[in-house]
Structures are given as structure tokens and as C-alpha cells.
């Protein structure tokens, strides 16, 4: 079971990556929105995501508290179940 869970987190923090990326160039996605909270389910799996969140917050710390706090409520999602 700890197996889909970890797969359905990559799926939707690519998933939210790719929204953003569209959401970029679309008016009616948050682009930024949607790439922060990907990279925040991203963080948990990748070691290359995670340098890079430590550079975003050394570089951004107001989009650094905002990618934790979304985390958070993403993974509080995922415990509950």
C-alpha cells in the first residue's frame, strides 16, 4: 500500500508540474501556483527537487513559506487516509 502512495505522490506532483508549466502561458491556471505546490510533493521524493526548494528559499523566503504551508496541507491529505 506504501507503494501507491508513493507512486500516486510522483504522479501528482508531475502532474501539478505540468499544469503550472501550461498555466504560464494560459490566463485562466495559476501557473506559479500550481508549479509551487508540485515542487512541494515533488521535495518529498526527489534530492534534486529538494536542493533546489533550498535554493528557492535562501532566494524567495515569502514563495518558500508558501510551498511549505501547501506541504503540509497536502500531506495531512495523504495521513488521513
Request: no cysteine; hydrophobic share 50%.
Amino acid at each position: 500500500m506504501n507503494e501507491f502512495k508513493r507512486i500516486g505522490m510522483l504522479i501528482a506532483g508531475w502532474l501539478f508540474l505540468v499544469m503550472g508549466v501550461l498555466g504560464l502561458f494560459l490566463p485562466f491556471l495559476q501557473g506559479i501556483l500550481f508549479i509551487l505546490i508540485g515542487l512541494a510533493i515533488l521535495s518529498s521524493h526527489s534530492a534534486l527537487v529538494k536542493r533546489f526548494l533550498k535554493y528557492l528559499e535562501r532566494r524567495y523566503p515569502h514563495h518558500h513559506e508558501r510551498v511549505e504551508k501547501w506541504r503540509g496541507k497536502i500531506m495531512n491529505l495523504f495521513r488521513k487516509n
